[in-house]
């Protein structure tokens, strides 16, 4: 009997081997599971906070035309973290679920931050390299590069009905981790895209959008909390995070409308509030302008602040607008 050469073995035995992405593990160990010890946030709501919200977007909308923003447009949420022990909260449509646009990157970041810290993804160059752009230049791009790592997922043609509920399945693991945490009324299992999807991407969207990332303020608003107060991560992947999200609205740009210029930022700007910090990511498209900040100022304010507006992409004002009225009212009410 002949023998099988023994380099033609090796060659049969890796080509049968289970593919694996390329930093990623096994299917088996790849699910996201919460941080050890994981608390949700208890924010109590605040009669004082709902006042000053409700106040400032009415505010804001009443320097429009009447009957320019319609029921539903508009959706406010704010966090006050200046006592950590004891935080409270506010919304306006804060359970209004509207397409999030590149905010969901928010969702994206923490996820990925949970399953390195849980050893299930290997840091590489070139995943910082597309974690950062997706968070600092929202790369559309870098982003799907992101979920295709933590889903084992990609992207390509349609699938057969049983090939693609599994693949639907997992790529389902986002949204499977925030409901562990008891996230609800949201969406986060879409790439980004510049123009549109195609494929099994349309494919998963049921083609007719019914499956579309979606978010609420009041989810958006305790994730960015959750991210500052440490809740998400340990202390590396925190101080991560918010490495990735600081905006610096004072620094030199050819670009006005960025993440740092264009959103909440200009209120600092408008204001010359040179001695505030800000951490924020923002959303945009032809229909959405969106922004989740986390504002801390010299005079000892620290709250979160998720604003976002739908069928008024270029009403460039209304965030700005809203942040500073809040701002207003904090202070009026620390007095």
């Not at 049968?16 to 593990?25: H, N």
């Not at 009447?66 to 029921?71: E, L, P, R």
């Not at 989810?219 to 600081?246: F, H, N, S, Y």
Request: charged fraction near 25%; glycine fraction near 8%; include cysteine.
């Amino acid at each position: 009997m002949k023998k099988t050469p023994l380099a033609l073995i090796v060659i049969v035995i890796l080509l049968c081997a289970p593919i694996v992405l390329f930093g990623q593990k096994s299917e088996s160990k790849t699910e996201i599971i919460p941080q050890k010890g994981y608390q949700p946030l208890k924010a109590v709501d605040s009669e004082r906070l709902k006042t000053l919200l409700d106040a400032a977007v009415r505010d804001t909308l009443s320097t429009f035309p009447a009957g320019t923003f319609k029921d539903g447009e508009v959706a406010a949420t704010l966090i006050d973290l200046s006592d950590p022990n004891s935080v409270t909260r506010a919304d306006y449509n804060g359970e209004t679920r509207l397409y999030p646009a590149s905010v969901v990157k928010l969702f994206y970041l923490a996820a990925l931050a949970r399953q390195l810290e849980d050893g299930k993804i290997t840091m590489s160059p070139e995943l910082a390299r597309g974690r950062r752009d997706m968070i600092v230049d929202s790369s559309n791009e870098a982003t799907q590069y992101i979920l295709d790592v933590l889903t084992g997922t990609s992207s390509g043609a349609e699938l057969p009905a049983k090939q693609f509920e599994a693949w639907q399945y997992k790529r389902n693991r986002v949204n499977r981790y925030f409901a562990a945490m008891g996230y609800t009324n949201i969406n986060v299992n879409q790439k980004t895209f510049c123009e549109d999807a195609y494929g099994i991407e349309q494919q998963s969207r049921n083609y007719k959008g019914e499956n579309r990332n979606m978010l609420t303020t009041n989810a958006t608003a305790r994730l960015l909390a959750e991210i500052v107060l440490g809740r998400i991560a340990g202390p590396d992947g925190t101080a991560t995070m918010l490495g990735l999200l600081k905006r610096d609205p004072f620094a030199a740009t050819g670009d006005q409308e960025d993440q740092a210029h264009g959103f909440t930022g200009r209120m600092l700007i408008d204001r010359k509030m040179t001695d505030a910090k800000i951490w924020s990511k923002a959303g945009w498209t032809s229909k959405a302008r969106h922004d989740a900040a986390y504002i801390e100022t010299a005079d000892g304010l620290k709250f979160v602040l998720v604003v976002f507006t739908e069928g008024h992409a270029n009403e460039k004002g209304v965030i700005p607008a809203v942040a500073g009225r809040v701002i207003d009212g904090l202070r009026e009410t620390k007095k």
